[in-house]
């Protein structure tokens, strides 16, 4: 069987000839989108609108198709053509939360700050209790808690040691740390032990999922990752069609679960209320990408195109702001601004923005799938042939730094010309790492260019990934101004080069 096999070592990524020539910024241009972003930026509309109007945006859900909606308004009113909303596939049931009330009313009224975890049940009405604690570590350790936990309220897992906070929660990389960034090899570093990490822990939260279900528990609190009131919140169930949805799941700011936690360890009346009302939507299983695009206006290339996107998916605990609102607002931006440049294009610009994202890329790797993948003669179809490259912003809300040439050596000497006028925006990385976690990846997997953006890491992983805080004051506008005028020079430059963007090389393997 023929396989198509991804060549790494640099010494193999032959550079592919491509000319200098036309890599160049067009510095009228440049100075034109500097100016409308400084004048007319619409970023700050745009974010607001996608997280305050719309708010959270599980894949599946109504807000989600109303951001969408809005999206195609927008894009159509800027005179973007072809504006679409693609279905993908079937990514199964949405989940809205409803209601969530979390109390403590004995030894004194306290209000809890917990999020319930999406793609779970709702409780039985109010339930009102004393606690019991659940911290298993091994399989074994379920048999004491056999038969007790009926119809209780379950604390489970181990209180955290939170810290005091002398590290400030945002940072921007310095130059020491964008140097070791550009000297990087080629590859990720840690994958295959975070994986291997994560796939353990996956694994054991399945068997004490199955226990306490088995012993019928009425909702289950579990101290969150973060600090100062930030609660991390996934999903507790799964959203397949035919799948099953968790059982009730709140997770507790670590600070709140402590308390607890504590007060039950001193023996201490501790009585708790919680309400839990969830619904699940299975009108429509299909998800759906929104599309859109500023036609080629040469016709010896307008059949090729360059896409832009990020996506429009997010988790729920907050709204999304800068897990992706933030990356979609400054694809939208960008297109905006060519528009209102009234630039021509040569190829055709297309922005994407994706669902399906959170759980597992599903909205661009369905587009893939579905625009470019092989046959069974593992032939690619005519729009593989056709494109040239495809930019992704989902790093948060941090300005961009550089980019990650994804193994992609030869693509260096055009991101090179195209970043030397950008550098006193501070960009000035060029690594041939590959970066993961989101949608440039299916891109990548058929051996298109695809590429992710190095950002400011501000308080991504600190505060805002996947957390309640991730809301529009975690969002910094001017980071994302700069990161609009970057896109857009990367993307308009590179509609206008004499030639598609270079391709890694690949060997095809015969065994
Ligand atoms: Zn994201």
Redesign the pocket.
Known sequence: MKRILPLFPLFLSLIVSTSLGGDEVDLQILSEIRQEVEQNSQIEQILSHLTDVHGPRLTGSENLLNASRWSMDQLREWGLENVALEPWGEFGRGWELEKLSLEMTEPYYTPLIGYAKAWTESTEGVISGIPVLFNPEEEEDFNEFKGKLKGKIVLFGDPRDVGLGFEPMAERYSEEQLEEIRTARVGREGHGDWRRRYRAQREWRKRVGEFLRKEEVAVVLEPGRGNAGTVFVGSGGSHEKNGELGLPAIVLSAEHFGLLHRTLSKELELTLRVELASRVLEDDLQAYNVLGEIPGSDPAVSDEVVMLG??LD?WHAGT?AT??AA?CAVMLEVVRILQALKLQPRRTIRIALWTG??QGLLGSKGYVERHFQTDENGKFTDEHEKFSAYFNL??GTGKIRGIYLQGNDSVRPIFGAYIAPLADLGVTTLTVRDTG??DHLPFDAVNLPAFQFIQDPVSYDTRT?HSNMDVYEHASLSDLKQASIVIATFVYTTAMRDEKLPRKVRAVDSD
Do not use: R
Request: charged share 30%.
């Open positions: 990020g996506h997010s999304g897990d992706n990356g994202e959170e989902d790093n976690g989101t990934h």
